[in-house]
């Protein structure tokens, strides 16, 4: 059974969904097409780790997705066990003009199944298509290594909006149904905390935050300098953002 990356909130089912791969592989820039629909060409690193929350609205079910956006640079690597740990479900990203991010999807695949085993549903994303004169890994490549990992597949464009609909729909789909959610005691989950004065639909702009009761090394808030302020995560709202360890 599932365990706490979901909560039944006033019938609504939450899940938690963490996007993982390399750096610059374009996590960011899938979430921000599904959010707001648009592409940004300036390139700019997640610092931490960045979340947000949108209701999908699904033939059988309205589902509420809490969207987890991690770092790919390594001094934050040792975040990411406590983001999976209490997920529902792990996209793993990789460009398909960079071969080692694709070879590296092993590994993050592998960080899943370690904190997760197989209560998680995990989906393969080859993003960038509209790279394709550039690309290193073939579509067949990418559906092999999903098949041998026994997880979905799909290739995308964020730059152009190719696919991000769908890859989206076909992971909420896969996700555990209204009947077979616990009732989560929301006193016991990890507590997003939040500036209100600095919640943004804008995707440049989230607001400031961190996470209670995950076991967040101590050390981020002295490599980032950053700064903290509160509201639960039950609170959050549709198109909301927020930042765990981002600067000031």
């Not at 999908?56 to 390594?74: F, H, I, K, N, S």
């Not at 066990?81 to 960079?98: E, F, L």
């Not at 694709?102 to 080859?126: A, H, P, Q, Y």
Request: aromatic share 6%; hydrophobic share 40%; proline share 4%.
């Amino acid at each position: 059974m599932a365990e706490a990356g979901m909560a039944r909130v006033t019938g609504l089912n939450k899940y938690k969904l963490v996007f993982l791969g390399e750096q610059a592989v374009g996590k960011t820039s899938v979430i921000t097409r599904f959010m707001y629909d648009t592409f940004d060409n300036n390139y700019q690193a997640t610092i931490g780790i960045d979340f947000l929350s949108k209701t999908m609205y699904l033939e059988d079910r309205t589902v509420r997705l809490q969207l987890w956006d991690t770092a790919g640079q390594e001094r934050f690597r040792s975040l990411i066990p406590s983001y999976i740990r209490d997920s529902s479900g792990a996209i793993v990203v990789y460009d398909i003009t960079n071969r080692a991010s694709f070879l590296n999807t092993s590994k993050w695949i592998e960080d899943v199944r370690s904190e997760r085993g197989n209560d998680v549903v995990i989906i393969l994303v080859g993003n960038k298509t509209d790279l394709a004169d550039r690309r290193q890994v073939s579509t067949e490549e990418g559906e092999e290594k999903a098949k041998e990992n026994g997880v979905m597949f799909i290739e995308t464009s964020a730059k152009m909006g190719t696919n991000i609909k769908g890859l989206f729909r076909q992971l909420a789909q896969a996700l555990p149904g209204q009947d077979e959610a616990p009732n989560v005691d929301m006193a016991t989950q990890p507590t997003v905390q939040l500036d209100p004065a600095s919640v943004s639909s804008d995707p440049k702009k989230p607001a400031r935050a961190e996470i209670e009761g995950l076991s967040v090394p101590e050390t981020v808030q002295g490599l980032l300098g950053a700064d903290f302020s509160t509201l639960p995560l039950a609170t959050l709202h549709e198109n909301m953002r927020g930042c765990i360890a981002c600067p000031t």
